[in-house]
Antibody, heavy 120, light 108 residues
Framework: EVQLVQSGAEVKKPGESLKISCKGS????????IGWVRQMPGKGLEWMGI????????RYRPSFQGQVTISADKSISTAYLQWSSLKASDTAIYYC?????????????WGRGTLVTVSS | EIVMTQSPATLSVSPGETATLSCRAS??????LAWFQQKPGQAPRLLIY???TRATGIPARFSGSGSGTEFTLTISSLQSEDFAVYYC??????????FGQGTKVEIK
C-alpha cells in the first residue's frame, strides 16, 4: 500500500527555522517525483515545488524559489521542506504528494498534511 | 504562469441532482488537467487525470471532459459524501503546475 506519512504539527516563532518531512512507503521512492503543496488557512491549493529523490533534481515555483528548500534522503525514503527564517505568512498546511505518469502527470497519493503555525 | 479559473465559486445542489463544474485555463493545457476533491480536514483526493480518466476507485458518477482551455467536471446523482470543494490543476507546463481557486459544492 502506497503511503506518504508526514511529520506532526509545528508551532514556531517568526525568524525560527523549520524542516518538515514526508516519508514514502509501499513503492519505489526513488522513481517518483514528490511535490509540495501549500494551503493557507481557508484558502486553496498552491503548488510549491517538486523533487525527484533518485537524483535530487528539484524544481520550484518562482514565487517560492529562495523562500523554501526542498530536499530528499533516498536512503530513508524521505522528502523534506525547510525554511531558514519563518514568517507569520508561512502559517499553512503543507501537503506532500506523489507525482505519477500515465501519459499525463498527476498527483495520485497525498500525505495528510503538516500544519505549521508561525506566531510570536 | 498558467492561470486556472474555476466557476462558479459555490454551487448549491440537491442530493440526487447533477453538478457541473467548470475550469478554464489562460492558455492551452491540451488534456493535461486533473480534478481533486477536498473535504474539511482532509487531504485532496485525485478524481480525474488526463482531463477524463477516472483515478482508481473513483465512482462512475464522476466524469471529466474538455481539452485546450475549457474543462468540465460532472458529478451525476450527487451523494451526501460528494459535498466538498473541488479543484482543477493543470499539469501541462512542466513542472510549473497550477491549481484553480476551487468550487465548493454545497447542499441546496
Amino acid at each position: 500500500e502506497v503511503q506518504l506519512v508526514q511529520s506532526g504539527a509545528e508551532v514556531k516563532k517568526p525568524g525560527e527555522s523549520l524542516k518538515i518531512s514526508c516519508k514514502g512507503s509501499g513503492y519505489s521512492f526513488t522513481t517518483y517525483w514528490i511535490g509540495w503543496v501549500r494551503q493557507m488557512p481557508g484558502k486553496g491549493l498552491e503548488w510549491m515545488g517538486i523533487i525527484y529523490p533518485g537524483d535530487s533534481d528539484t524544481r520550484y515555483r518562482p514565487s517560492f524559489q529562495g523562500q523554501v528548500t526542498i530536499s530528499a534522503d533516498k536512503s530513508i525514503s524521505t522528502a523534506y521542506l525547510q525554511w531558514s527564517s519563518l514568517k507569520a505568512s508561512d502559517t499553512a498546511i503543507y501537503y506532500c504528494a506523489r507525482q505519477a505518469w500515465a501519459g499525463h502527470w498527476y498527483f495520485d497519493f497525498w500525505g495528510r498534511g503538516t500544519l505549521v503555525t508561525v506566531s510570536s | 504562469e498558467i492561470v486556472m479559473t474555476q466557476s462558479p465559486a459555490t454551487l448549491s445542489v440537491s442530493p440526487g441532482e447533477t453538478a457541473t463544474l467548470s475550469c478554464r485555463a489562460s492558455q492551452s493545457v491540451s488534456s493535461n488537467l486533473a480534478w481533486f476533491q477536498q473535504k474539511p480536514g482532509q487531504a485532496p483526493r485525485l478524481l480525474i487525470y488526463g482531463a477524463s480518466t477516472r483515478a482508481t476507485g473513483i465512482p462512475a458518477r464522476f466524469s471529466g471532459s474538455g481539452s485546450g482551455t475549457e474543462f468540465t467536471l460532472t458529478i451525476s446523482s450527487l451523494q451526501s459524501e460528494d459535498f466538498a470543494v473541488y479543484y482543477c490543476q493543470q499539469c501541462n507546463n512542466w513542472p510549473q503546475w497550477t491549481f484553480g481557486q476551487g468550487t465548493k459544492v454545497e447542499i441546496k
